[in-house]
């Protein structure tokens, strides 16, 4: 179930649990705990100011990067610590998924952040 918060998605689990107790199945229950969070992924998007040069990102990081431009145009970037997955088009338009905590997020785009800006893209404006 998506949400653009967590009050959001607290609000929806109850909603929904409601709404399974009135079809018939009374013995559902809302009970998110520290072994079963109610948050599972998180996914944050963002666009840095400048375009990126994908290609020469994906030669340098090939370790940890896919990238078809035939297939998807974005690069697929998977980061292990923290585990998360970052799409980057060439646009500068960042999404980041997979995380569990917002904290994830923060610290992925912040190791991230500085990657980008190693393969920031040259735009003719800037030239003159």
């Given amino acids: 179930m998506g949400a653009k918060n967590e009050k959001a998605a607290h ?4 909603k929904f ?3 399974l107790q ?8 809302f009970a998110p705990s520290h072994e079963e969070p109610l948050i599972r992924s998180i996914m944050a998007k963002c ?3 400048f375009p990126v040069r994908l290609e020469d990102l994906a030669t340098t990081h090939n370790e940890f990067v896919s990238f ?3 297939i998807f145009p974005g690069l697929i ?19 980041l998924v997979g995380a569990k905590t917002r904290s994830e997020i923060h610290r992925a785009f912040d190791l991230l952040y500085p990657v ?7 735009v003719d404006a800037e030239l003159q």
């Fill in 11 to 14: 609000f929806a689990c109850k």
């Fill in 17 to 19: 649990v409601r709404i």
């Fill in 22 to 29: 009135k079809v018939g199945y009374p013995q559902v229950r």
């Fill in 47 to 49: 666009k840095v100011d």
């Fill in 68 to 70: 078809e431009p035939e």
């Fill in 77 to 95: 970037y998977r980061m292990t610590v923290p585990r998360v997955t970052i799409f980057v088009f060439v646009t500068g338009t960042v999404l």
């Fill in 116 to 122: 980008l800006l190693q393969f920031r893209k040259v």
